[in-house]
């Protein structure tokens, strides 16, 4: 029988970019996203940060924190030596939980549109929690890869339950036949533990 992911948590059923923002704002309140986080043992940022360790070897790696919430995939990165981070997220009440001294910069950013950014400027992009439902949607991994110089390496997790749905199987594939990327690891990870939400786990390599 296929899983239910969606009636796992409330969140999942907004599908509208300002209800989303809204709802951030309500679970900031308290900074009840992060102990929530501690709670369900969500374990995306020692998860990704795990696996790129085996890759990005220079900690003066330039990283970019895609979708960096209150900074959980930055506080990970800093306490194994990388330095060079900086974040972009959309929702402010996210973005004003982040603590001090982890990104060099901070930025508010929509990931679904074109990014005022300049190409090839990042060695790593990393995108935690931010492919689920009603978030950013596969098409997004163009800018990214846009973004990331040559070589360069792109890590990701995708919502178990929106991977097929939302097309991100094709947009793997796509990359990949294309040639923009070579896949280094995927596989499933554990994702937000007690709540049976699992994601896959992608660490690609730039081709350009
Ligand atoms: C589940 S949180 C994950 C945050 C962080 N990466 C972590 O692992 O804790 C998802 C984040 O995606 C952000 N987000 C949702 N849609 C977005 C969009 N279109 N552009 C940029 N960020 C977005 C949300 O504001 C939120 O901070």
Known sequence: MKKEVISKLDIYKIKKPEELLQYYQD???NNKYNKDMVDWNYTAPQETVS?????ALNKNSKILDAGCGTGLVGI?????GYSNIEGVDFSQSMLD???QNIYKKI???DLNKPLKL?????DVVMCVGTFTYGHVKPHALDEIIRLTKNKGLICFTINEGIYEEYGFDKKIKELTNNKLWNVKEFFKSNYITTKDVEAWLCLAEIIK
Do not use: A, M, S
Request: hydrophobic letters at 35%.
């Open 97 to 99: 939980l982040v603590p």
């Open 51 to 55: 696996v790129l360790r085996k890759y």
């Open 107 to 109: 930025e508010k950013i």
């Open 76 to 80: 990970e990165l800093k306490k194994y």
């Open 118 to 122: 300049k190409n090839n400027i990042y």
């Open 27 to 29: 679970w900031t309140d």
